[in-house]
């Protein structure tokens, strides 16, 4: 009988530490929550302020056809070269159907989409078109 009690003891001994250790799991769980959201947020904010370039510093002078492929500058129904970099929040807008970005055209902001849908790794760009693709939580 005397040994029960020190069982006992032994018992709730462990359950105290495993409850102990499981909150203290938790604090540290919802320390890392606390500290991943606002990174996020941040995040997020960065991708719709990067910039894209259309078309990229290696095809400047060259102009945009509505399919979004690069063309020779002056080719008919092509558009020059955007007159600035869009922004990824412009560029999710447009893709999105909402207005085109500022000084464009409907047909030439559509033209430009296109030519960002078809960035590929490795040009300007394309981290930031990747980006806009990124499901947010």
């Known amino acids: 009988m005397g040994d029960e009690p020190e ?3 032994e018992k709730s001994g462990m359950a105290t530490a495993t409850r102990r250790g ?6 540290i769980g919802a320390s890392a929550v606390i500290t991943i959201r606002p ?3 941040e995040t997020a904010g960065s991708v719709l302020n990067c910039k894209i370039p259309v078309p990229d510093s290696a095809h400047a002078s060259q102009y945009i056809a509505p399919d ?4 020779a500058a002056g080719t008919q129904g092509a558009y020059p070269p955007a007159p600035r970099p869009l922004t990824g929040q412009e560029v999710r807008t447009a893709m ?3 207005p085109s ?3 464009l055209s409907p047909d030439q902001s559509r033209a430009y989409i ?3 849908r078809r960035l590929q790794q490795g ?13 947010r939580g």
Do not use: E, H, R
């Not at 499981?22 to 604090?27: E, N, Q, S, T």
């Not at 040009?123 to 499901?135: I, K, M």
């Open 7 to 9: 069982q006992q003891d």
């Open 22 to 27: 499981v909150l203290m799991l938790g604090a």
């Open 39 to 41: 990174a996020l947020a």
């Open 68 to 71: 979004g492929s690069i063309v």
């Open 96 to 98: 999105q159907g909402g």
């Open 101 to 103: 970005p500022s000084g």
């Open 114 to 116: 296109n030519y960002i």
């Open 123 to 135: 040009q300007s760009g394309f981290t930031c078109y990747a980006s806009l693709q990124s499901p």
